[in-house]
Nanobody, 125 residues
């Protein structure tokens, strides 16, 4: 079993940056692909980014591509989401999640087994 705890959210002005972290417990962390999803008020949860178990492959939604970077440090059991050039429409609760396949290709939250509690990101205009 994997437990996930996100941190790093907050309030930032448009154009600013934030780095989210997701700390995982469990020795099997390095076998999981990891994803970041987000949910804005009144909207459905959506995929933002994912990274394979080794970090060799990354995937992004069109809405964040070129602005967000996902990375991981398996020695620290942590995955990161560097968010640059933030826009008001990036305002959401951000969740990290673990994909047991290890590949990270799925953008469907139903394929992710474990979820963190979420961290709020608010971008002011």
């Amino acid at each position: 079993q994997v437990q996930l705890v996100e941190s790093g959210g907050g309030l930032v002005q448009a154009g600013g940056s934030l780095r989210l972290s997701c700390a995982a417990s469990g020795r099997t962390f390095r076998s999981y692909a990891m994803g970041w999803f987000r949910q804005a008020p009144g909207k459905e949860r959506e995929f933002a980014a994912a990274i394979s178990w080794s970090g060799a492959n990354t995937y992004y939604s069109d809405s964040v591509k070129g602005r967000f970077t996902i990375s991981r440090d398996n020695a620290k059991n942590t995955v990161y989401l560097q968010m640059n050039s933030l826009k008001p429409e990036d305002t959401a609760v951000y969740y990290c999640a673990a994909d047991p396949t290890g590949w990270g290709r799925s953008r469907d939250g139903a394929d992710y087994d474990y979820w963190g509690q979420g961290t709020q990101v608010t971008v002011s205009s």
